[in-house]
């Protein structure tokens, strides 16, 4: 079944409860559950949480993963209409993190001390078969975090013209956007391309098999997975509500893994500042410590922002 998959190795794993300062019934939110490990670490240290995921998938592996004394208080993002009962300690929503602050209020919770955004897909994301992430196995290219999500992978490379898909390309720094347009817009006129190995084949044909440090594919389907699942969008969307959902000198941490990523995340808490709401704690992201790359190479390319909340 779905535990088949390891489970995901959260970036700055272990590290949290220094990070924040967990403390007995400190109030955590979680925008991005996964597979519970950054919620789990929480909840072992005594803190309350509130956890979202968008994907139904996830928060059944993390509630199999976290273990059983916690047991959550589950709401779908539909259903959120009552207040949450006053002495929770572990909710989950499921549902988009942009809709954070009306559920908020709608469940009446109080401030939070710390919030967490672990930006991306989970490894479980990336290994399940048949969700189209992958260019290593062959399946339909979906990429959709949610089914509530109308337009998979596919269906952009069939409808974006090839300056759209040049766009595309350079949302994730693919250095080879044009000549991969071409061949796509070219391609699709032939047949459609519906399944990753098709599209992984056209990355190869374009790059001739160029060895390179990440695998030739990785940033084209790192950006149609952004764009599939309005990644960009959705930060932009969520960042304003946060300082808004903290008490005074509550934390509010980001993990962003793509550098287009992490200046939104940068701007935002430059601006911030300059308003006097929020003090960047670091200059520069935090990098995961050498024992955490040791056992985990994907988050290399994690950086972690934290700020706090002035008043
Ligand atoms: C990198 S994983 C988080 C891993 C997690 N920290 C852990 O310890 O396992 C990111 C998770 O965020 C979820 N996610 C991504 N975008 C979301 C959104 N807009 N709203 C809610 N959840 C989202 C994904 O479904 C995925 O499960």
Not at 72 to 91: G, M, T
Request: proline share 6%; glycine share 6%.
């Amino acid at each position: 079944m779905i535990n088949t998959i390891e489970r995901h190795f959260p970036a700055y794993k272990g590290e949290l409860k220094k990070l924040y300062g967990f403390k007995k019934n400190y109030l955590f939110l979680d925008l991005t559950l996964g597979d519970g490990g950054h919620t789990e670490e929480a909840l072992e240290a005594g803190c309350r949480v509130v956890s979202f995921d968008i994907d139904i998938e996830a928060i059944k592996r993390a509630v199999s993963f976290v273990p059983e004394e916690f047991s959550p208080l589950i709401f779908e993002s539909d259903n959120v209409s009552v207040p949450a009962p006053k002495d929770f300690s572990w909710i989950i929503i499921r549902g988009n993190f942009i809709k954070v602050g009306e559920f908020a209020k709608k469940l009446e919770l109080p401030k939070f001390d710390g919030i967490m955004v672990d930006l991306g897909p989970s490894q479980f994301q990336i290994l399940s078969p048949e969700r189209g992430f992958s260019f290593n196995t062959d399946e339909p290219l979906d990429m959709r975090l949610t089914k509530d999500l109308g337009v998979t992978a596919a269906d952009l490379l069939a409808v974006l013209n090839e300056g759209e898909l040049v766009e595309l390309f350079n949302l994730a720094d693919e250095p080879f956007a044009k000549p991969l347009a071409r061949i796509i817009a070219k391609q699709r006129t032939i047949s459609p391309i519906r399944t990753t190995r098709q599209l992984a084949d056209l990355v190869y044909r374009v790059k001739k098999g160029r060895p390179g440090k990440i695998h030739p594919a990785t940033k084209v389907f790192m950006a149609l997975r952004m764009a599939v699942n309005l990644e960009r969008e959705n930060i932009n969307l969520l960042l304003p509500q946060l300082p808004g959902l903290l008490v005074k000198d509550g934390f509010m941490g980001i993990i962003s893994f793509h550098s287009g990523e992490d200046k939104l995340v940068k701007e935002f808490i430059k601006k911030e500042e300059e308003r006097g709401v929020l003090s960047a704690i670091n200059e520069k992201p935090i990098e995961p410590s050498k024992s955490e790359l040791s056992i985990s190479k994907r988050t290399r390319s994690a950086k972690l922002r934290i700020a706090k909340k002035n008043n």
